[in-house]
């Protein structure tokens, strides 16, 4: 028998609870959580939620990007940086000392590397060529 994924588990309840309100919410919730408990999938229920809220931000047109830079930036950049990505962004802002300058930026399974650390390391290994 084939395991079901977090994320397939998140997109099922998504399409068994939308719309529904009540006790209909109620019981469809129930039953999700029998049916984890049968696939013994409870012990990942806080992946399977967190599946489920990126699913819905993913229906919703919403870019979820993660800001890294080597101290704080200005809210007047975070917005130019949203901006580029899009109408609906939710950034979360990082600091990290080592990237020494610059940022990061990480967008689902994308990585805009903008460092200075990073830019310094190809720079040597040009070099080194």
Do not use: W
Request: proline share 1%; net charge positive.
């Amino acid at each position: 028998m084939k395991k079901n994924s977090n994320k397939q588990y998140a997109q099922a309840l998504y399409e068994v609870a939308a719309g529904l309100t009540g006790k209909n919410l109620e019981q469809a919730l129930k039953n999700f959580v029998l049916l984890l408990a049968r696939d013994r999938k409870l012990n990942q229920v806080n992946n399977i939620i967190k599946e489920f809220i990126d699913y819905v931000d993913k229906l919703a047109g919403l870019v979820k990007i993660e800001i890294t830079a080597a101290e704080k930036i200005s809210g007047e950049l975070i917005e130019k940086i949203k901006k580029y990505f899009g109408a609906k962004v939710a950034a979360e802002t990082k600091i990290d000392p080592s990237i020494l300058g610059g940022v990061k930026i990480f967008t689902g399974d994308k990585i805009f590397d903008a460092s200075l650390s990073t830019q310094l390391l190809k720079l040597k290994n040009k070099l080194c060529q």
